[in-house]
């Protein structure tokens, strides 16, 4: 189920990224190509927003235990979201015709001062100097997201290589206890083979004890027979 979920995250980084790209190109853009743009940027909001319900969906299916960092993960990323969102409503108004400009902020029939539409040139200024930032943010939260994807892979390498490790230690294990094994066995037999060759010993032993004896008495009795 995680990976499902990552795989989710993923599509939203890349989507979220991409719509902040679009939102600073926003006020370069006029005319149908500045519509088409609008309207473009206006769908990948939509599937941003049904990626975050799959992913709240796969959130509430992992276990209690387990679900904090997905949750602070999850909140975060609505956050992130809302602000694009902010962001690209205020885009759309800030760098709009002078006109619509006009009529969106201020609700008026049109007759503006001079000093109004300096005020609003200034917050279109100031508008365009923050979607800047905002595309350096977004850069760096786009360098940072590679950085985890990077660790995390370096992480599973690191741990593949640790499972490794351990079958071959318990497979050293096993060979070591087979070992042990053998070497008990051979002790066993060694022992029997040292203790019937002390036991043949002992008998060659008396064998030539009683040899000698039966010599010497045999020798004592011819001699006493003479």
């Known amino acids: 189920m995680s990976s499902d979920f990552e795989v989710y ?3 939203f980084g890349t989507l979220t990224a991409d719509i902040t790209n679009k939102v600073g190109r926003i006020p370069k853009l006029s005319g ?3 519509k088409s743009m609008v309207a473009n940027v206006e769908k990948q909001m939509e599937e941003a927003r049904e990626l975050l319900e799959q992913m709240d969906l796969e959130v509430r299916e992992i276990p209690l235990q387990s679900r904090g960092l997905f949750s602070t993960r999850m909140k975060s ?3 992130e979201l809302a602000k694009l ?12 015709d002078e006109v619509n400009l006009r009529n969106e902020l201020l609700g008026d029939d049109g007759n503006t001062t001079e000093n109004q539409l300096i005020k609003l040139r200034e917050e279109r200024a100031c508008l365009l100097d923050n979607t800047e930032r905002l595309e ?7 360098a940072g997201y590679q950085l985890t ?5 370096i992480g599973q390498e690191i741990l593949e290589n640790l ?3 351990k079958e071959k230690i318990q497979r050293a294990r096993e060979r070591l206890r087979e070992t042990d094994t053998n070497l008990g066995k051979s002790s066993r037999i060694l022992t029997g083979m040292l203790r019937r060759i002390i036991q043949n010993r002992i008998l060659m032993f008396i064998l030539g004890a009683i040899i000698l004896l039966t010599i010497v ?3 004592y009795f011819a001699v006493r027979g003479h």
Do not use: G, M, N, P
């Open 149 to 153: 994807v990077e660790t995390e892979q």
């Open 217 to 219: 008495l045999a020798i």
């Open 77 to 79: 990323y609505k956050q």
């Open 32 to 34: 149908d190509d500045k």
């Open 163 to 165: 499972h490794h490790d």
């Open 136 to 142: 350096r943010s977004t850069r760096r939260l786009e």
């Open 85 to 96: 969102d902010k962001d690209f409503k205020r885009s759309r108004i800030a760098y709009s």
């Open 9 to 11: 995250e993923q599509d």
